[in-house]
T-cell receptor, first 113, second 112 residues
Framework: ETGVTQSPTHLIKTRGQQVTLRCSSQSGHNTVSWYQQALGQGPQFIFQYYREEENGRGNFPPRFSGLQFPNYSSELNVNALELDDSALYLC????????????FGPGTRLTVL | KQEVTQIPAALSVPEGENLVLNCSFTDSAIYNLQWFRQDPGKGLTSLLLIQSSQREQTSGRLNASLDKSSGRSTLYIAASQPGDSATYLCAVRSDNTDKLIFGTGTRLQVFP
C-alpha cells in the first residue's frame, strides 16, 4: 500500500509569483485535505476535496485554489504569493469525506522571498 | 468557534518516565479527536483516533482518553524513550464540518 506523497519537497519563490503543489493520496482514498502549517503553529485547514468536488473550505483567500483529479490526486495552487505564505503545506487523504483517520504526507516547505 | 489548546507547550523528561499530555477544546460537539506525532520539518503521523462515543484508545505504550462533556483529552505515554521525542498534536473534527482543528502542540524531549 502506497502512502501519501507530495511534491516538491522544498520550493523557493518570490513575492507575486504563483506556485502549484501536488499530492498523491493513499491507495483507495477518495478525500484529500490541504493544510498550512506556519513555524511553531498547528496546521490550519485550507480546503478539502471529495470525488473531485470542493467539500469545505477554511479561512483562506480565493488566491488559494485547488483541484482533485479522477485518480484522486490533488493540486494546491497559490497565486500572488505573499511573504506570509511561507509555511509547510500538508496534504492528507482519507476515506468517506474525511470522517475517518486522516493520513498525512511529508509536506512541501514553501519559502517566499 | 472551536478552539483547541494544548498544555504544556514543551516538556523535557528523563527516559523511563510516564507522562501525560493535555488537550482541551471549547465546543464539546465533536465527531472525533485524533492525536498525531510530528518530527521536526516532517509530516504528521496518526497515533490514535477516538470517536465521540468512546472513552479511550490504546496502542502499545500510548493511551488516549476523551471526556467530551468537559472538553478534554489526555495522551498518556508509558515508559518514555528518547525515540518518543517529537511534537504531539491533537486535532478535533466537529459534527458539522469535515476539517480538523489543531492545537499548537506539545514539544516533547526525552533525554537518556
Amino acid at each position: 500500500e502506497t502512502g501519501v506523497t507530495q511534491s516538491p519537497t522544498h520550493l523557493i519563490k518570490t513575492r507575486g509569483q504563483q506556485v502549484t503543489l501536488r499530492c498523491s493520496s493513499q491507495s483507495g482514498h477518495n478525500t484529500v485535505s490541504w493544510y498550512q502549517q506556519a513555524l511553531g503553529q498547528g496546521p490550519q485547514f485550507i480546503f478539502q476535496y471529495y470525488r473531485e468536488e470542493e467539500n469545505g473550505r477554511g479561512n483562506f483567500p480565493p488566491r488559494f485554489s485547488g483541484l482533485q483529479f479522477p485518480n484522486y490526486s490533488s493540486e494546491l495552487n497559490v497565486n500572488a504569493l505573499e511573504l506570509d505564505d511561507s509555511a509547510l503545506y500538508l496534504c492528507a487523504s482519507s476515506l468517506g469525506q474525511g470522517r475517518d483517520t486522516q493520513y498525512f504526507g511529508p509536506g512541501t516547505r514553501l519559502t517566499v522571498l | 468557534k472551536q478552539e483547541v489548546t494544548q498544555i504544556p507547550a514543551a516538556l523535557s523528561v528523563p527516559e523511563g518516565e510516564n507522562l501525560v499530555l493535555n488537550c482541551s477544546f471549547t465546543d464539546s460537539a465533536i465527531y472525533n479527536l485524533q492525536w498525531f506525532r510530528q518530527d521536526p520539518g516532517k509530516g504528521l503521523t496518526s497515533l490514535l483516533l477516538i470517536q465521540s462515543s468512546q472513552r479511550e484508545q490504546t496502542s502499545g505504550r500510548l493511551n488516549a482518553s476523551l471526556d467530551k462533556s468537559s472538553g478534554r483529552s489526555t495522551l498518556y505515554i508509558a515508559a518514555s524513550q528518547p525515540g518518543d521525542s517529537a511534537t504531539y498534536l491533537c486535532a478535533v473534527r466537529s459534527d458539522n464540518t469535515d476539517k480538523l482543528i489543531f492545537g499548537t502542540g506539545t514539544r516533547l524531549q526525552v533525554f537518556p
